[in-house]
């Protein structure tokens, strides 16, 4: 009998440790993916966000490209190689951007010189450049009235306006007024040149219309911000909103459209809380085009159905991030993007050096590395040429990074897990540019467009209407309209 009990209890001891051991794996689980997220942020808060090669591997020191080489560049030069000489770039001074300023002398000179000496009348002999000064006018503000004059003709007969029955009542004149330009918004005192430093300000140097409201009344013009706010609203409407609708027509006739979206919260939504993040969405066209066109487009939501209806009728190669969204999209060819894959590769680097030699995610990133370095050499080349040698060098690239993926067992949160599981669920799209020689590898084009908005979004926190957040839609430079018409 005791001899039962002993057995019952070690297979209890048994289950007992089964159970504490898994239980010990999944806490470890979960402490790893904690410091990971610890590791992140603190990265994010006191680190740099930089993801250069020579800074995030081997302690500045970046890897070669070809592993084939890392035996070789540990060994001395045996060779000396002599670099031919070349002309050192004049470096740039003042007189170089001063010289294209207005200048203002200023003479200093004495009415009737005399002589400290002996009293006698000096004479003027020369005059010399003592320095220069860069002068800084500030901003002035007046009233512009415009004053109208009125004229009449006495010869011309009776006013047509007036019944001819009764021409004995009235003057036998025609009176009418000079031509005068009507007002930019009726009702309103703005200005054309207010109106666009206004939204100079607000757009291009992201400062929220309550500073500038503060700004103007510390030189006493009490202009309110809610003021300032509707002359946006109604410039935005009658006059930029034509502007993007034609630029819409262009892009969708464009043969590649970059896609991003950015988070924008709005106040005072029907339906929606103040907390609720809506979203802004941008499209803009291939870097290899003629013509640039970057178009911001107000959505409440970050359905797919957004860029489905943007995209109406667009039937060339979209680029874009791993956002499932995007799918909705149909009858174009999706586009992957390499930087966001190998920025999950970046995240999960471990956090020794030491460790990159046998890590996975640092070999991932030396992988991107070598193919952003061979498609730099083909920046000069046409689409066909650069087809053709993206075949020859960067798809065997693709081939054994996502060959090596593959093999790697991954499991629960951590970031290499996030990382491998991203770019194999991507992975048809990444291979999608190399259909074209005009089709970018990365979306970094939609990225550097819509960061301006990103940084305006950090000052002005938030919009108070829906209004306004779509106001701020066609936010686009006139230069981006060239021959639109």
């Known amino acids: 009998m005791s001899e039962l009990n002993s057995v019952k209890n070690d297979m209890t001891m048994a289950q007992e440790n089964a159970a504490l051991r898994s239980r010990i794996a999944v806490l470890e689980e979960e402490l790893a993916f904690v410091q990971e997220q610890l590791t992140w942020l603190k990265k994010q808060v006191f680190g740099r966000k930089t993801e250069q090669s020579s800074v995030i591997m081997d302690n500045g020191q970046q890897l070669t490209l070809f592993p084939e080489e890392q035996g070789q560049s540990a060994k001395p030069a045996e060779e000396t190689i002599t670099v031919p000489e070349h002309k050192r770039k004049k470096k740039r001074t003042h007189d170089d951007w001063m010289s294209k300023l207005p200048v203002e002398e200023i003479e200093h000179k004495e009415e009737h010189p005399i002589c400290e000496n002996c009293g006698a009348e000096m004479k003027e002999i020369g005059k010399e450049k003592a320095y220069d000064e860069l002068a800084f006018t500030p901003a002035k503000y007046h009233i512009r009235r415009h004053i109208v004059y009125t004229y009449k003709c006495t010869e011309c007969g009776v006013n047509p306006k007036y019944d001819n029955d009764c021409a004995d009542e009235i003057e036998h004149c025609n009176i009418r007024r000079a031509y005068y330009p009507k007002p930019m918004i009726p009702g309103s005192f703005c200005s054309p040149e207010l109106l666009a430093h206004i939204v100079y300000e607000k757009y291009a140097k992201a400062v929220p219309l309550h500073r500038q409201e503060k700004d103007l009344a510390s030189k006493h013009i009490p202009l309110l911000k809610a003021t300032m706010s509707n002359w946006i609203l109604t410039a935005a409407e009658k006059w930029c909103l034509p502007v993007v609708e034609k630029m819409h027509e262009l892009l969708l006739t464009s043969s590649v459209i970059h896609a991003d979206e950015n988070p924008v919260q709005v106040l005072h939504e029907e339906g929606r809380k103040a907390t609720t993040d809506s979203k802004m969405w941008v499209y803009c066209n291939g870097k290899m085009n003629d013509r640039s066109i970057v178009i911001f487009d107000y959505q409440p939501t970050r359905k797919g159905e957004n860029a489905q209806a943007f995209l109406q009728g667009f039937t060339g190669y979209l680029v874009r991030d ?137 000052n002005w926190l938030f919009s108070n209407t829906a209004n306004g957040a779509k106001a701020s839609v066609p936010r686009v430079n006139p230069k981006f309209c060239v021959n639109a018409k």
């Open 322 to 458: 791993g956002y499932s969204g995007y799918h909705k999209v149909k009858g174009v060819k999706h586009c992957g993007c390499l930087i966001h894959c190998r920025r999950y590769f970046v995240n999960a680097l471990p956090k020794e050096k030491k460790a990159h030699p046998s890590s996975v995610a640092a070999e991932a990133v030396r992988y991107f590395d070598r193919i952003y370095h061979e498609e730099g050499l083909l920046v000069n080349m046409t689409a066909d040429e650069r087809y053709k040698e993206r075949l020859v060098k960067i798809k065997p690239l693709l081939d054994e990074l996502f060959a090596r993926l593959e093999t790697v067992q991954v499991s629960g949160k951590s970031a290499l897990a996030k990382a491998v599981r991203y770019a194999l669920h991507e992975k048809p799209f990444f291979y999608t540019f190399l259909q074209n020689g005009n089709v970018p590898p990365d979306n970094n084009r939609a990225e550097n467009a819509i960061r301006p908005f990103a940084i305006g979004r950090k």
